[in-house]
T-cell receptor, first 114, second 114 residues
Framework: SQQGEEDPQALSIQEGENATMNCSYKTSINNLQWYRQNSGRGLVHLILIRSNEREKHSGRLRVTLDTSKKSSSLLITASRAADTASYFCATDEHGSGNTGKLIFGQGTTLQVKP | GAGVSQSPSNKVTEKGKDVELRCDPISGHTALYWYRQSLGQGLEFLIYFQGNSAPDKSGLPSDRFSAERTGGSVSTLTIQRTQQEDSAVYLC????????????FGNGTRLTVT
C-alpha cells in the first residue's frame, strides 16, 4: 500500500515563481525523503529530513516536516524550466521491525513554463 | 563511480511468456529494492532485500512474481506467464544500509506485454 499522498497531483507555474508540493503519510517514520524524476528516467534523491527535524534547506529547496500532522512540504524557490519533472515523497517506515522499507507517494508533476 | 545498472532497458514480450529483469546495485550496498511504476503513476513497492536477511516480499502482486539476490549483489526479478497488466517500468534501487540514507535508482526496465 502507498504511504505518502502528494498534492497537488499536477502543478503548472511560470519560471521564477515558487512551487510548493505537499505530502501526507500515515504511520510513524524515521525520516522522509523527496525525489525527483525526469521523464523516462530513474528517481534522483533531493533531500532527506529526519523525524526529529522540522525544516531543512538545500540550495533552492526547502523541506518542512510536521510529525504531529504527518505531513511534509517541498518548496522550490525561483523555479526554472529545468525543474520540470515529477516529485515524489518517500517515507522510511518506523516500527517494531524497522525494516527499512521505503514507501513512495503518487507524486506531483511540476511544469515550469519559460 | 558506477551507479545502479538495470538490463534490459526495454523488453517486449508476448502474453504468457516468462521474463527476467536484472539489477546490478552499487558495489557495497547491502539493501536492494524493486519497484513497479505504471504510466504516469507513483512507485509500487515490490520486494526488498537487506543483507542476508529474508527478503520482504510483501509487495509482490501475485505468485507469478519472484526475485532473487545472489551473493548479496546482483538481483533478478522474474515474472512468469506475463499478463498485459504487467506492462510497466520496473525500477531497482540500492542503498548502503538498513535505513536513514537515500536510495540510488537505476533507469529502469520498460516491460511491454503484447
Amino acid at each position: 500500500s502507498q504511504q505518502g499522498e502528494e498534492d497537488p497531483q499536477a502543478l503548472s507555474i511560470q519560471e521564477g515563481e515558487n512551487a510548493t508540493m505537499n505530502c501526507s503519510y500515515k504511520t510513524s517514520i524515521n525520516n522522509l525523503q523527496w525525489y525527483r524524476q525526469n521523464s523516462g528516467r530513474g528517481l534522483v534523491h533531493l533531500i532527506l529530513i529526519r523525524s526529529n527535524e522540522r525544516e531543512k534547506h538545500s540550495g533552492r529547496l526547502r523541506v518542512t516536516l510536521d510529525t504531529s500532522k504527518k505531513s511534509s512540504s517541498l518548496l522550490i524557490t525561483a523555479s526554472r524550466a529545468a525543474d520540470t519533472a515529477s516529485y515524489f515523497c518517500a517515507t522510511d517506515e518506523h516500527g517494531s521491525g524497522n525494516t527499512g522499507k521505503l514507501i513512495f507517494g503518487q507524486g506531483t508533476t511540476l511544469q515550469v513554463k519559460p | 563511480g558506477a551507479g545502479v545498472s538495470q538490463s534490459p532497458s526495454n523488453k517486449v514480450t508476448e502474453k504468457g511468456k516468462d521474463v527476467e529483469l536484472r539489477c546490478d546495485p552499487i558495489s557495497g550496498h547491502t539493501a536492494l529494492y524493486w519497484y513497479r511504476q505504471s504510466l504516469g503513476q507513483g512507485l509500487e513497492f515490490l520486494i526488498y532485500f537487506q543483507g542476508n536477511s529474508a527478503p520482504d516480499k510483501s509487495g509482490l502482486p501475485s505468485d507469478r512474481f519472484s526475485a532473487e539476490r545472489t551473493g548479496g549483489s546482483v538481483s533478478t526479478l522474474t515474472i512468469q506467464r506475463t499478463q498485459q497488466e504487467d506492462s510497466a517500468v520496473y525500477l531497482c534501487a540500492s542503498r548502503p544500509d538498513r535505513g536513514g540514507s537515500p536510495l540510488h535508482f537505476g533507469n529502469g526496465t520498460r516491460l511491454t506485454v503484447t
